[in-house]
């Protein structure tokens, strides 16, 4: 072989270094080119711009919810073009507080870049609407956002088109502001939302309507039967038992007549089994395919993507793409923003097994993005691989600070797990069966009725009862509220004094003075006839008197209390007004009251489910002699011709 000189050998090889250069620049296998992320005016501004001038309507592919991006682009246009205005709409599940990719307003800047004047929206999927500009054109939309914020009737889970409704509604019509607001002032028993609220179809009307009829059963058993205690204490028995029956035909009507209702109301949406949950049972798992078709189709010439929205660190992506080109398997990678609003609901693993089931080529498909904590996380799956439990856990456990770290450790696992060739994969969160509420009269009679009957009529009825009974006697007592009596206080009072009476007229060495035997009479007969209940008062006073004298027959005279005849004797004359006695003996208890206090203080006597004061009817005897202290001769022959004795 013949031997070159150095010299001759360098020269030669000039002519290879262009060569050599040109293929350097050439991408390898697993080579990636990571792009500088996109504002998020800058990436719908492009996208806007390739729809029709004045009639834009861009769709994010990785919106949630059970619309598709197609049906509910043809939706929008359909609700905004009744504005007879240009207008530029986008609905992207990446935008508004706590977002994966910011809450900056865009708006302005899509205006900017567009150059074209109209009405702009900016949307959520679900539920929610995060601006709204107009340039250039006549619309209200601070009014528009505004009951588009606050409308009672937009849910949640509501989509955007049903959002658009309202916008467009409010466009319409500026008075839809008013409107609202007169609607919130109205008083809350009476406001539709909450009227809305108690339907069966509600996502808690049944519980709602169920605990609201059952307050009122509870109530008007609670009612009922104080009603029945006071009647039974007074021996009122048939009334007692009329009231008890009622109060309890009144409850099962209350609680019974809406059952009907409730079983017979049309099914809500949240009683079938959730879209979005039953999509995750099969292929491909979420409903919406745009961003995972997309993401499918750019692995297909890199097999690592990254999303141009993502705001996480990009740093060290370019290395793990020459780390998946050495992994076992062929590996295909994607950094994603997620968001709880988004086709996956804001999980790795969903999207990850969205994005196999739509690839063609066989290998593990990762998704890296931040999880709620803020780390990154990652999901895996694969398409024509087999893979048992160990393949999940061990991408389960995985976290870093930053994608690159996230990816070079879901790749570094991959030497751990067994993975066969031509097997299958089937996720975890397929064995999770769509959660539907429990059966809607179930949750009438157990959630709603149940805790409504017997919360409030065990405890906050009586409660209230109670209360309103304390405050009542409290105001009396404030007021120097004088004593109430009934029948059953006095009957019991009677019977002891005119108990003591028998006795003392049955003393064998000498009953009471001849003078007093027709007051004692009276008493008696009184008694054993049908009294009323000034009459036990006045059996009971009468008693005391005669008992009095008759111990002691030349003391001084005993005239009752003014106040309440109950007291001792009178010893001292009122300068004031006393009841309907202008000239009246109080008690010297009484006596050392206020005048207004002594005055309110007056007995009363409690007959028929009322109180009023004992000394109302001035013209009957017992008040017109003053219980025997004025012509007790008088008042028992009245007596006597009252009830019939002769």
Not at 343 to 361: K, N, Q, T
Request: aromatic share 6%; with cysteine; charged share 20%.
């Amino acid at each position: 072989m013949t031997a070159f000189p150095p010299s001759l050998r360098q020269l030669s090889a000039i002519p290879a270094l262009p060569a050599l250069a040109f293929l350097a620049l050439l991408p390898g296998e697993a080579q990636a080119d990571v792009e500088p992320p996109a504002t998020p005016a800058e990436h719908y501004a492009e996208l806007l711009a390739e729809e029709p001038e004045g009639a834009a309507v861009v769709v994010d592919g990785a919106v949630g919810g059970t619309l598709k991006p197609e049906e509910m682009t043809d939706e929008l246009h359909t609700t905004f073009g009744r504005l007879d205005l240009p207008y530029y709409i986008v609905v992207t599940p990446f935008l508004g507080p706590g977002s994966a990719v910011g809450d900056e307003k865009i708006a302005p800047a899509l205006h900017d870049r567009l150059g074209s004047d109209g009405v702009y929206a900016v949307m959520g999927p679900q539920g929610s609407v995060l601006e709204i500009e107009s340039y250039g054109v006549e619309a209200d939309t601070d009014t528009a956002l505004h009951v588009a914020l606050t409308d009672p009737g937009l849910r949640y889970d509501d989509p955007a088109t049903e959002v658009a409704e309202v916008i467009v509604a409010a466009l319409e019509n500026p008075a839809a502001a008013e409107e609202l607001q007169a609607e919130r002032e109205r008083p809350w028993p009476f406001r539709a939302d909450v009227l809305a609220g108690l339907h069966p179809s509600r996502p808690d009307g049944p519980e709602t309507l169920g605990l609201l009829v059952g307050a009122v059963g509870g109530a008007a058993v609670a009612v009922g039967g104080w009603q029945v205690w006071r009647l039974a204490r007074r021996g009122r028995l048939r009334p007692a038992a009329a009231v008890g029956v009622g109060a309890v035909a009144v409850a099962v009507g209350a609680v019974s007549a809406p059952a009907g209702w409730v079983a017979a109301a049309p099914a809500g949406d949240h009683e079938t089994p959730d879209a979005e949950e039953s999509a995750r049972m099969e292929e491909p798992y979420v409903i919406s395919t745009g961003r995972v078709a997309h993401v499918a189709r750019a692995l297909g010439d890199d097999p690592l993507y990254v999303d141009p929205l993502v705001r996480l660190p990009r740093e060290g992506l370019d290395d793990v793409a020459e780390e998946i080109g050495r992994a076992p398997v062929p590996v295909y990678a994607a950094v994603v923003p997620l968001d709880a609003d988004d086709e996956s609901g804001g999980d790795h693993e969903v999207l990850a097994a969205a994005l196999a089931s739509l690839a063609e080529r066989e290998g593990v498909y990762l998704v890296a993005g931040r999880d709620v904590g803020g780390a990154t996380g990652v999901g895996a799956a694969t398409h024509g691989l087999g893979a048992d439990y160990s393949f999940a856990f061990a991408m389960q456990r995985i976290e870093a600070a930053d994608p690159a770290g996230a990816l070079h450790q879901a790749v570094a696992a991959l030497d751990d797990v067994e993975l066969t060739g031509g097997g299958s994969y089937t996720p975890q969160f397929t064995e999770q069966e769509p959660g539907i509420p429990a059966p809607r009269m179930e949750r009438y009679w157990a959630e709603g009725v149940a805790p409504g009957l017997f919360a409030f009529g065990l405890l906050v009825a009586p409660a209230a009862i109670a209360l309103v009974w304390l405050l009542l006697y409290a105001r009396k007592m404030w007021r120097g509220g004088g004593t109430v009596v009934g029948d059953r206080a006095l009957r019991r009072l009677a019977g002891r004094e005119t108990a003591r009476l028998r006795a003392l007229l049955a003393r064998p060495d000498g009953g009471p003075p001849e003078a007093l035997l027709p007051q004692a009479d009276a008493a008696l007969l009184t008694l054993d006839g049908r009294p009323r209940t000034l009459d036990l008062l006045g059996v009971v006073v009468l008693a005391r008197r005669v008992l009095a004298e008759a111990e002691d027959a030349g003391g001084s005279r005993r005239e009752p209390c003014a106040v309440n005849p109950l007291h001792t004797w009178a010893t001292e004359r009122s300068r004031t007004r006393v009841g309907r006695n202008g000239n009246a003996k109080v008690c010297a208890r009484c006596a050392a009251l206020r005048p207004e206090v002594r005055s309110a203080g007056v007995l009363r006597l409690r007959s028929g489910g009322t109180a009023h004061a004992y000394d109302s009817k001035p013209n009957d005897p017992w008040i017109r002699h003053r219980f025997g202290a004025d012509a007790p001769a008088s008042m028992v022959e009245a007596l006597l011709k009252e009830h019939h004795v002769s």
